[in-house]
């Protein structure tokens, strides 16, 4: 008999819902929420009251698309953490009421955990043990994947996340939310040596990004001179802003240089400690353009095994939550119905 597994995603402002059957989605359905725009970022009260308008039709046209009955479907799966948590509490409660509905059993996953096994949903798949750059607005993080359901974090972020880094340097550049993507627009006409901004020196495999978002900071407050270029005197908005704008593309694509340079740096480095040559990307910023380039241009240089989701697992999606319900499903690991916390907003 085959293994219908439906799958709800609610951790920020998307409302997704993925039916996957025998390992193989069959129906992804993303509602976004352009609400947020307005406030130059995702607004929780505002993103919770949109899912609970938007989680129904969404849920109902993934099951229509699939082409199965809601009888036929064998477990739910959705979201529990990390995210927002009225966000998730929605996603959660509306899968729990469902799977004690039918009876059947409600599947818990971890959204980054979720966001690296996107990479098992299309062929060809990476073969394990795997390590994964985990690349999205709230983490950073390099993965070693020994199944799909055993993975240890090597290193992550101590302060801020790359796609954190992108939006918030969007937002020094005057650029609408979300700024990240936009960054990686006018990066492609711009030259990323044109600026050096500075790189973090941190040990190991973690990551850092904090000190980088001042520099870029600072830089723009100066309109691109050094600091020390007018001491005591401040550049005017004006010229600043003229900066910006007669720079743009060349300031854009320095910025995605940089952090790009430093996720690859470490994924060097964690490939050369492991020994393991089988990579992936995944993540919402897995989805910038000059990042999947260049991952894809290094691992051909080193002769690793490379591997990217499609563009529509990049980003918050329930196809990625489907897959991960499904070998959770067949690993007979379920979530107890009757548990009170069905959402956390970290984990």
Known sequence: MPVRILAIESSCDETAAAVCVDGCIVSNIVAGQKVHE?????????ASRAHMQHIVPVVDAAIKKAGVRMAEINAVGYTQSPGLIGSLLVGGQFAKSLALSQKIPLIAVHHMQAHVLANLIDSPKPSFPFLCLTVSGGHTQLIQCDSPLTMKVLGETIDDAAGEAFDKSAKLLGLPYPGGPLIDHYAQAGDGKRFNFPKPQIAGLDF???GLKTAILYFLQQAGKSVSYKQGQQISKIEQDKFIA?????????????????????????VHQTGIRSVCLAGGVSANRGLRKEFLTLAQQKGWKASIPLFEYSTDNAGMIAITAYYKYLDNQRSDLTLSSSARANW
Do not use: H, T, W
């Not at 307005?38 to 505002?46: A, F």
């Not at 060349?250 to 060097?268: G, N, V």
């Open 246 to 270: 007669d720079n743009l593309s060349d300031i854009c694509a320095s910025i995605q240089q940089r952090i790009i340079s430093i996720l690859l740096d470490k994924l060097e480095k964690a």
């Open 38 to 46: 307005q406030y130059g970022g995702v607004v929780p009260e505002l």
């Open 208 to 210: 850092s990004f904090s």
